[in-house]
């Protein structure tokens, strides 16, 4: 009997020891769980973020590759501007390298875009037409906006103001923009100089040539009466020539801007947008001050 109780003493202390430790164990396993899901959780936080930053970055750099895919170019990764590297200071060489108010804004320009310049020098009356036909991304070559030219190309926003001036010989009867009538006028060919001149005084009265520095020395050897020209030029080639003056009166006053092909809007937005920050942070006035010193 005493066995019998002993027994089953035994099997309710066993039954109630396996019962407790099975509980502890139960208990200890929730906890874990419940830690291994708060870990688990965090751990699936800080992926969500992560994966939102990335998506943020690449949006971001979608955008980015987006606005340069929308911009075409003559040749991919290049800006290719078209000039008449005669023009000082607008444009003109220095040994082998064409240089000039133009030439850096154009730098500058294709900096902003993430694109590498490349300059093409030709006669003035071929800019145009080189950004028509696909040759030229830019024209830029101390060109004013005129209703003819805007039939052709569309034009960026201005980027500087320009003069039209009239040289003379020093002993000239010429004072003023009235003597101009019945005289022998020199332009340089397909300029604004060209344009006002023979609307105003009559293409028999004009004289066109392909560069402004054969206008000047027609001037200089008497086969023409006066030169009607850009300010700007017309001081550099007065420096280096004797015997010639720029009159007092202005012929006219107008704005330079880059011709851009018709059509090719999003290079002209682009254009505009890197004009805007190089004038806003002071780039464009210092390009000009380099070359052009106010008195």
Do not use: W
């Amino acid at each position: 009997m005493k066995k019998l109780i002993t027994a089953l003493l035994t099997c309710m202390l066993t039954a109630a020891m396996l019962g407790g430790c099975g509980k502890a164990a139960d208990d200890a396993n929730s906890s874990n769980a419940d830690v291994n899901a708060e870990i688990t959780a965090a751990d699936q936080d800080a992926a969500d973020t992560d994966a939102q930053a990335d998506g943020a970055d690449d949006a971001a750099a979608g955008d980015e590759e987006g606005a340069s895919a929308e911009v075409k170019t003559v040749k991919e990764g290049v800006l290719t501007m078209a000039t008449n590297a005669t023009f000082p200071p607008y444009e003109y060489y220095e040994s082998d390298a064409i240089v000039g108010i133009d030439a850096e804004i154009a730098e500058a320009v294709a900096k902003k875009l993430g694109l590498e310049l490349k300059i093409e020098d030709m006669e003035f009356d071929s800019i145009i037409l080189a950004v028509t036909q696909g040759k030229a991304d830019l024209g830029l070559a101390g060109m004013t906006v005129t209703e003819e030219r805007l039939e052709a190309v569309d034009f960026s926003d201005s980027y500087a103001t320009g003069i039209q001036a009239v040289i003379v010989a020093e002993d000239s009867e010429i004072a003023g923009i009235s003597d101009l009538d019945g005289k022998k006028i020199g332009v340089q060919l397909a300029t604004t100089g060209d344009i006002y001149a023979k609307e105003d005084f009559g293409e028999d009265n004009v004289e066109a040539y392909n560069k402004g520095a054969d206008a000047v020395m027609a001037l200089k050897q008497g086969k023409v009466d006066a030169v009607i020209i850009d300010n700007q030029p017309a001081l550099a080639f007065i420096q280096n020539t004797d015997g010639l003056k720029i009159l007092d009166t202005e012929y006219a006053v107008e704005d330079y801007a880059a011709a851009i092909a018709k059509g090719n809007d999003a290079l002209r937005t682009a254009v505009n947008d890197a004009l805007a920050e190089l004038e806003e942070d002071g780039t464009l006035q210092s390009i000009i001050d380099k070359y052009i010193v106010s008195e």
